[in-house]
């Protein structure tokens, strides 16, 4: 953001700098300086952050945890669903502060690199999920709709002129988002059956007659 204005800052303030600055009004010296310090600087917040949204998933980061020990168990879906709110709610609270102060690709790259963390974890329990019943289908995904509901951060104006909100392809900065969707899908096939009264289930990823 501060190398983003440098180059017409300085102009504003002239008179006030010290003199020895005052011949480099439009700072455009020493953009590459805050840009090296930007990114010795928000390296480290952004792994701060990251483990704020890894000890917010809690269970769904964990080796042992299952879904399939889940889905039947009220109390546990309503926990997991909760961890997911969390993590998400952190995302969503950075998305708006960022799209506030920051540059639209540098707030795309920023969300991307924070969804991430989030979007893994969730593909890889869904995926680890052998067999699913179609009621269980649904149940996963409304567990984590706050997640999908992650993608509307990625709207931003392409021109500054105009108020027309875009929204960007997330894959584009999120590289583990397009594996995520590729297991809604096949969690929404599952759920688009007839319910079932039975406890047959289908294994998930299997064509579907």
Known sequence: FISHHLATLGLRYRDKWPPALQASATLVDVVASYRALAKTSIGPVLARTKDRIRHALG????????????????ALLDAAENSLALAAGIVTHIAAVAAAHLPDSMHLRVLGLLVGPIAEPVTRRI?????????AARALLRLVSAV?????????????????????????????????????DRLKKLSAQIPTTTTTTTTLGQQQP
């Open 59 to 74: 269970s769904w980061t964990r080796a042992d945890w299952m879904l399939a020990d889940v889905v039947d168990d009220q």
């Open 127 to 135: 995926s680890q999920a052998a067999s699913v019943s179609d009621s």
């Open 148 to 184: 999908l509901a992650l993608a509307d951060c990625f709207r931003h104006s392409p021109d500054s002129a105009q108020s027309v909100e875009v929204k960007a392809p997330v894959s584009k900065y999120c590289p583990e988002w397009d594996a995520l969707l590729a297991q809604i």
